[in-house]
Nanobody, 124 residues
């Protein structure tokens, strides 16, 4: 399995921006589809965005389209999530995920490797 470590979370006011990073190690990074999920208190973990191994294809939840951008740097073994125009409802723990055999499902069950998560809090 690939080892994932997220960073970049924090407290921001509504309308502000944050950039999350996820550093991968242990296995060839280019062989993994990478994703971001989030989980708010009392709610299920939900899909946010995913990116193909090449970076050519990206996928977004409707709730973040036009505000969030996922990208990856295969030379640095890192995936990013740029979050703009943040809203209080974006408050959650954000998790990085990876899978070598992703088939396009937005279910958390279809990602085999996970980071420990980073807290994002958006104040109103």
């Amino acid at each position: 399995q690939v080892h994932l470590v997220e960073s970049g979370g924090g407290l921001v006011q509504a309308g502000g921006s944050l950039r999350l990073s996820c550093a991968a190690s242990g296995r060839p990074f280019r062989s993994y589809v990478m994703g971001w999920f989030r989980q708010a208190p009392g709610k299920e973990r939900e899909f946010v965005a995913a990116i193909s191994w090449s970076g050519d294809s990206t996928y977004y939840a409707d709730s973040v389209k036009g505000r969030f951008t996922i990208s990856r740097d295969n030379a640095k073994n890192t995936v990013y999530l740029q979050m703009n125009s943040l809203k209080p409802e974006d408050t959650a723990v954000y998790f990085c995920a990876a899978d070598q055999n992703w088939r396009g499902s937005y279910s958390a069950r279809d990602f085999g490797s996970w980071g420990q998560g980073t807290q994002v809090t958006v104040s109103s």
